[in-house]
């Protein structure tokens, strides 16, 4: 085979342009030939992906799981030699775009494209948080000037150039500041006067004393906040979310609050009370390891962290995901409202970052050919193809 035959099936593949008999071709050739292997290891150190083992196993199993054509069916036979990496090639190869890959349990030959002419809506492009403070007064972060924002007490509020919050500082008394991230916003990342930093997701808010004073260090939060806590044994840090308390035990940890609440531990240890009927908590608690998950009252086990943590790291990151599920993310991150013009049950895992227009992130799905979306202002009508 042709050398540059093999980088022009890989450059269409990669820019959406391939047509359907180029896809088989090229996904044939992975078996083949080893060069091809080789332009996608290329292909995915330009873009920096390292797959993951979770994202293998997910990419292998979604391959599996597609209706293929017959003579493609031999090259994803589970007992034959090499068969996940081979599936993987030709799954990253087929559905890889620029930073992006996209799989889901469909018919590969459905073969439809689905024409939309969207209007859009840019990623957040700064941070529109705010800051409740003591006396009730409200700082608006992206209408101020960096530098000092406040003092409380004995404790300076000030804001860097690169846009996060730190509190800086002791008090002799318990002061609560709130901050407020809405809809439509940048995450925000602040420091608070014990060391410990926090990020805020869109849609999210996070109450807490400007100095943490007594025998705890206790914070509430609504939405969803990445905790990377200062340890301090004689002053326990608390998350309060929903009904449930979350108690550091030395840590790193995820708080996904939306709705049911998620606790996922990164690092180091920490310790979940869950409600009781008496509205209370239960002080016994379950201890996570990391890589372990409260998911409402039950304990999940080896979570996909990458996942988990896609906001931070400003991606989404879908697995298995249906598009009401998908659409809640999208909403908060975009601030737009989705309209369901009929039943859209198909299921996604798909990667892509967060700084894209929405019309980027809609026409991955819009390619599979199952639904199309329609954006008016602010409302996008998600509408299956029949």
Known sequence: ???????????????????????????????????????????????????????????????????????????????AIGWKRIAVAAAVIVMLGVGVYLLSHVDTNRGRVVESNHSDVNAPATNRAMITLADGTKVYLDSVDNGKLAQQSDVTVTKTNDGKIIYAGNASEIVYNTLSNPRGSKVIDMTLSDGTRVWLNAESSITYPVSFVGNERKVTITGEAYFEVTHNEKMPFRVSANDVLIEDLGTEFNVNAYKATITTLIKGVVKVLL??????????????????????????????????????????????????????????????NPVFIGQA????????????????????????GYVKFEINGKDVKIIPVK
Not at 41 to 56: F, M, P
Not at 303 to 329: P, R, S, T, Y
């Open 345 to 368: 049950d198909t299921e996604y895992t798909g990667r892509i970052t967060r700084t894209v227009p929405i019309s980027q992130v809609l026409a991955m799905f819009e390619k599979l």
């Open 1 to 79: 085979m042709n050398e540059e035959r093999i980088a022009y099936l890989v450059k269409c593949a990669v820019e959406r342009t391939a047509t359907a008999d180029e896809l088989t071709e090229l996904t044939l050739l992975i078996r083949e030939d080893e060069r091809v292997a080789k332009e996608i290891e290329s292909l995915l150190k330009v873009e920096k992906r390292d797959l993951s083992n979770q994202e293998i196993d997910a990419m292998a199993d979604a391959v599996l799981k597609m209706d293929r054509p017959a003579k493609l069916r031999y090259m994803f036979n589970p007992k």
């Open 275 to 336: 409600p009781t009927k008496d509205g209370g908590q239960d002080q016994k608690g379950i201890v996570l390891k990391p890589g372990q998950q409260i998911l409402g009252d039950k304990l999940v086990g080896e979570v996909d962290l990458e996942k988990v943590l896609a906001w931070k790291n400003n991606e989404f990151n879908f697995h298995d995901d249906n598009l009401e599920e998908i659409m809640d993310q999208l909403s908060r991150w975009y601030d737009i």
